[in-house]
């Protein structure tokens, strides 16, 4: 059995300003032809819109009704870049 990486990932409505952190996993087993992706917990006001084992494909509806990929690019506050 294949480890699994965990981490958060923060959502955030970009219709009505929810936001929240979801807990997600992934196999680490690179050879996978998915990552085998799931979201462990999700942040209250989220809920999966259509599921998938894949984090591009993985859609979430907002309470506001708003949905949205859980793969989206990310923005940072000026500075708060991650490292390379």
Do not use: W
């Amino acid at each position: 059995m294949a480890a699994r990486d965990r981490y958060s990932r923060k959502l955030e409505c970009s219709r009505c300003g929810n936001s929240g952190f979801a807990e997600v996993s992934e196999d680490d087993n690179p050879r996978r032809e998915t990552p085998g992706f799931l979201v462990d917990e999700m942040p209250a006001g989220f809920s999966d819109e259509r599921k998938s084992n894949d984090p591009a494909k993985y859609m979430i509806r907002c309470r506001c009704g708003s949905v949205f990929p859980f793969k989206q690019k990310s923005h940072y506050a000026p500075g708060g870049e991650p490292r390379r």
